[in-house]
């Protein structure tokens, strides 16, 4: 009875030798998948956000992050947007939180 005992623990804490790359090359696999899963759209993202801040100009409707919709009266130099709401509203508001640019004339079809 000892005999297959001992044998079970020989055979059980037999010390594997496995290739000293496949660490690595797990690793690096991981790596590519966050790459390609988080970081790649991420980037793709901001850089078409980026390119939609460029593009506005005076007169534009947009909509914003909070829900705002209006017109630009003022983009200056800063990155800050002068947003007319209506009439007698205006707001100073950071160009980043711009997050649609909307066709022109939407502001007059709406119903307000």
């Given amino acids: ?7 079970a623990f020989a055979s059980s804490s037999a010390v594997h030798q496995n290739n ?3 660490f690595i090359c797990m690793l690096l696999f991981f790596v590519a998948i966050f790459y390609f899963i988080i970081f790649r759209p991420q980037k793709n993202k901001i850089k ?5 801040i460029d593009s506005l100009s005076k007169d534009d409707e947009v909509l914003t992050t909070s829900g705002f919709i209006g017109k630009i009266k003022n ?6 947007i002068l947003l007319v709401l209506n009439d007698n509203v205006e707001v100073l ?4 939180y711009i997050s649609l640019v909307l066709p022109k004339n939407t502001i007059k079809k709406l119903d307000y």
């Avoid at 009875?1 to 044998?7: C, D, F, G, R, V």
């Avoid at 508001?93 to 980043?96: F, N, Q, T, V």
């Fill in 20 to 22: 000293p790359y496949s």
């Fill in 48 to 52: 078409a956000h980026r390119a939609l």
């Fill in 1 to 7: 009875m000892n005999l297959l005992i001992s044998e």
């Fill in 93 to 96: 508001i950071k160009s980043d």
């Fill in 75 to 80: 983009i200056t130099k800063q990155g800050y």
